[in-house]
């Protein structure tokens, strides 16, 4: 974790200079390229992005840090956009992608096993398909509907409450799979596909962290003030 807060003045370049891992979090804010000199808050109010909500995403990822001001200062429907954004980005873009490099690195002397390992990918797929489907069916609508006033019998508790890290340890076990049992001719291909498993380990635990230690807690502190 970095220690660094960036604030609203602070340049777009300067934060992915920092750690050049925000750039796919500023893709899913929807934020164009060609940054010139901008600031933080001047690209995010021209893309129509709050930016206390920005920060406090980017400042949590990049230190593990929750601002405790800023979260009293940002609606948790710009939460829902970022995470609904992300679902898109795993599903459209960063799983299809991860096994496209898997089948590129499969050696063909492993035809036994090659199919196995596709499935076990596509089976994991299918999982974090499912679980983004109760979050975009269930939880989104609901904290958009407490956001514009209207009561729903659902509460976020039973989201906390299943929210497990299956996801997360599935492909924990893709990953040892290929690093303990799988040998190869063309190690350099099957290592790139590692490391996209293991960027899209880490990418999947924040994106858990945030609907954790952000989302869930704007919630609950809704319901506890709707229920006063």
């Not at 590129?104 to 002397?109: P, R």
Request: hydrophobic share 40%; with cysteine.
């Amino acid at each position: 974790m970095l220690s660094k807060q960036f604030a609203a003045k602070d340049s777009v370049v300067d934060l992915i200079d920092y750690d050049y891992n925000v750039l796919t979090v500023l893709s899913r804010f929807s934020l164009p390229l060609g940054f010139g000199n901008k600031t933080i808050e001047e690209l995010c109010e021209e893309s129509g992005i709050n930016t206390d909500s920005f920060l406090l995403i980017i400042n949590f990822l990049l230190s593990g840090e929750i601002d405790a001001e800023a979260l009293h200062r940002i609606s948790p429907v710009d939460v829902v956009y970022f995470l609904h954004n992300s679902h898109d980005y795993y599903l459209s873009y960063k799983l299809p992608h991860i096994r496209a490099n898997l089948c590129n690195a499969l050696d063909d002397t492993h035809s036994d096993i090659n199919p196995i390992i596709i499935k076990f990918f596509d089976d994991y797929t299918d999982l974090v398909r499912k679980h983004f489907s109760y979050e975009e069916t269930v939880v989104f609508p609901y904290v958009k509907d407490m956001c514009e006033g209207r009561q729903s019998d659902y509460s976020i508790d039973v989201f906390r409450r299943s929210h497990d890290d299956e996801v997360a340890e599935k492909l924990a076990d893709l990953k040892n799979i290929i690093l303990r049992y799988y040998s190869t001719s063309m190690p350099f291909r099957m290592y790139d596909a590692l490391a996209d498993i293991y960027n899209c380990e880490e990418d999947l635990n924040s994106h858990a962290h945030i609907e954790n230690n952000i989302l869930i807690p704007l919630m609950t502190r809704m319901e506890n003030n709707q229920s006063l």
